[in-house]
C-alpha cells in the first residue's frame, strides 16, 4: 500500500478499486507486463509536486479522512470500526427514593436496582478496551512469485507457523515494514487466511514496496517494477486487535476527587469495565472492577465515593469483513464524497476517468434533480450519491440496517 501520512478507515487499495484504477499504476509502478499507456494517465504519486497535474497518494488520503468524518458526523457513528479514546463524561446522577415502598420500584434512576449506564459519544459500540498490538514475527520472509507466467511477478506470500493462534481473526493481523506500529504503517488490502497454527498472508506485490522507491519518484517517471531492488525481502507481522485488559488497555476510568480536597488536586483514578447495555446505541454499564493478575481477569468491587467523571476507551462503528475491509456500501459512499472534494484529476484519461468526472460534476444551478439541494456536503454529484446512500441505509443517523 502505498504509504501515507493521513489515517483512513477506507484503504487506499478499495478506493482505487472502486474507481476501477490499474493497481499498479496506482502504487506508482510501471513494469513490462504493465507498461504505462498512451491512452489513459493513471499513474498516481505520493505527492502533488511529483506530478501536479493529478490529485496524489497524499491529497486522496486526506480527501477519505475528510469523507469519513463528514460521514461520521452525520450518521452519528463511523463507516468502519475505529478506536474511541480518552472520551470523558461526567458520571451519571442517581435519584434516591424519598419514600419507603414495600414492594420493588423498578427505577432507572437508582443506582441500587441497575448498574450507571452512559451514552457514548458514537454509536454502534462494538467492544470497551484500547488498540494493543503484539509481535506475531519479526523479519517474516517474503516470497514473491510470478502466478500467470507473464514475467512480473505479482503475488506476495508470507508464512508464519508455529503459531497458538486461538481466537485470533485474520482481520487482526497486521503487517508493517518496519516496528513503527502507527496506523499509517500498515501494510493493508492483504488476505490472511489461519489454519492450525500458521498465519499465511498474501497481496499483490505492489504493496511491499521499498517506501523509498515512492519518495524517490521524481519528475512523473514512475516505479520500474521489473527492479528486485525496489522491494521490502522481509516485514513484521503484528497482532492488533481490542484488549481491557490490566489498567494499561483499561476500557473505563473512573476520575474523582473528595470534597475536601484542594482544587489544585489531580483527580484520583480507578479502573472497571464498560458491559453493553444497547450497542446500536452505545449505551453501556459501567462497572467498577479491579484486575486479577493471577487469574488474569476483572474482578467487580464496589464503588465506594462517586466518582466526578468518567473516562471512556472503546472501539465503535460498522465492523468490517472478515478481512478488515469497510462494507461495500458504505466504502463507495466514502470514495463518492471524498472523490467530489478532490479539486484536481485522479485520472487524467481513460474509463476510470468517467466515475471521477461524474462525482466531481457539480449540478447546473437552478437544474438540480429532486434531493440534491438537500444534501449537507454540496452539489457535487459524489456528495449527493454519498448522502443517498447513507440516508437509505440509516433512519435520521440511528442505523439498524444491514450492510
Known sequence: MAKVSTETLLSLEQYSEIMGYEPRHFNSVVCDAFPDRTDVDDVIFKYAWQNFTQASHEEI????????????SYIGFYPAPKYITQETQPFPSVTSLTYSASAPIYNPYVASLRKPTVHCAWKKFIKGGQRRVSVVALSAAITFSDEDTDGYDELATITVPGLTTTGWLPKEIGVYRGTDTTPTERIRGLHVTIATGTVTI?????????????????GGNAIDGDDATQYLNKVNVYREYC?????????????????SASP???FTVTYGVLQPYNKERSIVSLIPATWDTTTSA?????????????????????????????QPMLARAVAALATAMITKPVISSGPPENLQA??????????????????????????????????????????????
Open 61 to 72: 488520503a486526506l480527501a477519505i479522512a475528510q469523507a469519513e468524518e463528514k460521514i461520521a
Open 264 to 266: 489544585l488536586t489531580g
Open 202 to 218: 498474501t497481496g499483490p506485490s505492489v504493496l511491499f514496496l521499498d517506501p523509498d522507491a515512492w519518495e524517490n519518484a521524481r
Open 298 to 326: 476483572w474482578i467487580s468491587r464496589v464503588l465506594l465515593t462517586t466518582p466526578n467523571l468518567v473516562q471512556l476507551n472503546y472501539l465503535g462503528g460498522v465492523d468490517t469483513d472478515s478481512q478488515g475491509r469497510m
Open 358 to 403: 461524474q462525482w466531481q460534476s457539480a449540478v447546473v444551478s437552478g437544474e438540480a434533480p429532486y434531493g440534491v439541494a438537500s444534501c449537507p456536503w454540496g452539489m457535487r454529484y459524489g456528495a449527493y450519491e454519498a448522502y443517498s446512500i447513507v440516508r437509505d441505509l440509516f433512519a435520521e443517523g440511528i442505523g439498524t440496517a444491514s450492510v
Open 243 to 259: 484488549c481491557d485488559e490490566n489498567s494499561t488497555y483499561a476500557a473505563l476510568l473512573y476520575l474523582g476527587q473528595s470534597s
